[in-house]
């Protein structure tokens, strides 16, 4: 019997009536890396996997990560694992300490069967710019269309099947967008639900930890067990938290929702959009409230420059200690400017250095006001539009992509408002904070796309309620990729 | 907000403490083209000087104060095991003051 690509659900009732073991799922799970023609890992992590796979005995029947595989993107710090965020800069580097998220689930007793790669340091969309190059769409056997970034590697291993889970990152879309491409539910939740202590930093102020599931539930679980206060993150949230998965089905009935015209109308897909209202109509059948609201497009047109500028600059301070000389190759040099600039130099690819530059120039003294601080600006005039919204419709509904995975070197016109708009929306999410997911609205030629749903601050429990909703709308959940 | 040309973009660079070959300056230097255009999307609202910024998405109450819990520091060897040039338990560097 093969366990590709079964739910955390179905895996939880397996082990739990003894009919499978977690080191027969560790073992099952590391031949599928073993075998990835996706590109997909950093490090196969076969000892450590078994180790503890076969130190778990006695099911736990109300813990549902009891000894499910999954993988982890490498940008989260690992005890003693090779941890390289996809940069030459840190190859070689192996940390002296778990991410708290990793404990957490070393603690739910799921069993970590891998690093799996990113675009580098997690500043990219493409899931082609780390330094193992491109990952495939598990989608496409041909190998020509992306699966989207930063969290390639996460979305790759889920959609493949290998693991029912992964955790990625999300500073822009880095979860939600190549969910979108790869068929599967991938949650931001909230800003400061999660501990970020141990998760490398990109934009501190819009990083949040992703996560990765076949289906709605599973993402319940797996925030279940992540979600929470830790002191080793200044800026983790002291709030209580809620049962995400118990009451997944608990959804209002008078529930309002939300679509934005304009991004609507940036997206010139015919099947994304029908398929979308198709959506729509089922939510409105089913009694709930559906509008379609304005906001402002030059609002929505500057979301993407507003982004850019902020994440850059934000990068650019950030990853100053990447140095060559605590961590990472270390090359000799007549004096410490000589050390360091060889170390930065050799170690960041191309597109990274020039994403530090255009931070470097937004941060300079003649161009803050015009650039970064300006940003800063737009970015609460994009927030308290979005909140307004928010007061009046619990969920905000759009289609989470323009269309389904891009083919490698499909280029965009940078300056419409396909781009602009409907390939960068998602980063409101990212702005405000905000709960937000994308789950698999519909398929065309073979390839999945997704619609997501962002709701209020703390408000992860509803998002999830909608989310599981529509999931029974479409039908469409467990998606795993066709076998080569 | 400055002009933008290759000696800038190099400034930024050196600021970094990375450099860039010439090509890849002149790719940077296009890039910029398209940067700067979508910059001025942000430069057409106006309101925009009656507004403030926006550092992080809300207030998170956290404290800065917690009990004292004796733990167990990292070894010396554990906090260096990453540095690949190190002498007699400490990293080293070129001489900063000759």
């Known amino acids: 019997m093969t366990y590709r690509g079964l739910s955390i659900d179905e895996l939880h009732a397996l082990l739990v009536s003894k009919k499978v073991t977690p080191l027969q799922l560790a073992e099952e799970a590391l031949i599928l890396a073993k075998k990835d023609s996706n590109n997909a890992f950093e490090y196969i992590m076969e000892k450590e996997a078994l180790e503890f796979a076969a130190s778990l005995k006695e099911p736990e029947v109300n813990n549902p990560l009891w000894g499910i595989p999954f993988v982890i993107k490498d940008n989260f710090s690992t005890k003693d694992i090779p941890t390289t965020a996809s940069s030459n800069i840190l190859k070689g580097y192996v940390p002296v300490y778990d991410a708290t998220v990793v404990e957490k689930l070393k603690e739910a007793k799921a069993v970590a069967i891998g690093k799996v790669t990113l675009d580098e340091l997690a500043m990219g969309g493409t899931g082609t710019s780390g330094h193992l190059g491109m990952t495939f769409n598990p989608h496409d056997r041909s190998h020509k269309r992306l699966v989207g970034g930063s969290s390639c590697g996460s979305a790759a291993c889920t959609a493949d099947g290998y693991v029912p889970f992964a955790l990625g990152s999300d500073t822009g879309d880095s979860t939600r967008k190549p969910a979108s491409y790869a068929g599967l539910v991938g949650f931001k939740p909230t800003w400061s639900l999660i501990s970020r202590y141990g998760l490398f930093p990109f934009a501190p102020s819009l990083d949040t930890v992703g996560i990765f599931a076949r289906n709605v539930k599973d993402s319940a679980y797996v925030l279940n067990a992540l979600a929470g206060h830790d002191d080793k993150d200044s800026t983790s949230s002291v709030r209580p938290i809620d049962d995400y998965a118990g009451e997944i089905e608990k959804i209002n009935p008078k529930t309002k929702v939300a679509v934005i015209k304009g991004i609507l109308n940036s997206i010139s897909d015919k099947t994304v959009l029908d398929k979308f209202n198709e959506t729509v109509k089922s939510l409105k059948d089913a009694g709930f409230a559906v509008d379609y609201v304005d906001i402002d497009e030059k609002i929505l047109s500057s979301l993407f420059p507003t982004y850019f500028v902020i994440s850059c600059a934000e990068a650019t301070s950030n990853n100053a200690n990447l140095d060559g000389i605590k961590f990472g190759p270390y090359y000799n040099g007549a004096t410490f400017e000589d050390v360091v600039t060889q170390a930065r130099t050799n170690g960041f690819s191309e597109l ?91 398929i065309k030629d073979g390839m999945p796309f997704g619609a997501n749903i962002t709701g209020r601050a703390f408000e992860d429990k509803q998002v999830l309620q909608m989310a599981f909703e529509l999931e029974k709308h479409t039908g469409l959940k467990n998606l795993v990729a066709k076998g080569e | 907000m400055k002009e933008y040309n290759i000696e800038i973009l190099k400034q930024a660079a050196h600021g970094l403490l990375f450099d860039m070959s010439e090509e890849q300056y002149e790719t940077l230097l296009q890039e910029f083209d398209i940067v700067v255009a979508q910059m001025k999307i942000i430069g057409e609202n106006k309101e925009l000087d009656k507004t403030e910024q926006m550092v992080f998405p809300f207030e998170v109450s956290t404290s800065v104060m917690r009990e004292d819990v004796p733990t167990t520091p990292l070894p010396r060897e554990e906090a260096l095991r990453n540095a690949n040039n190190k002498i007699g338990g400490q990293i080293k560097l070129p001489k900063v003051v000759l």
């Open chain 1, 352 to 442: 990274i250095k020039r994403r530090f530059i255009i931070g470097n120039f937004a941060l300079m003294k003649e161009n803050q006001n015009d650039l970064f601080l300006r940003a800063q600006k737009n970015r609460r005039v994009i927030v308290d539009a979005v909140n307004k919204v928010l007061k009046d419709y619990d969920f905000i509904y759009c289609p989470a992509a323009p269309s389904i995975a891009p083919k490698v070197g499909e280029a965009s016109d940078r300056l419409s408002n396909e781009y602009l708009i409907a390939d960068n929306h998602l980063v409101i999410a990212n702005f405000a904070g905000l709960p937000s997911i994308t789950l698999p609205i519909g």
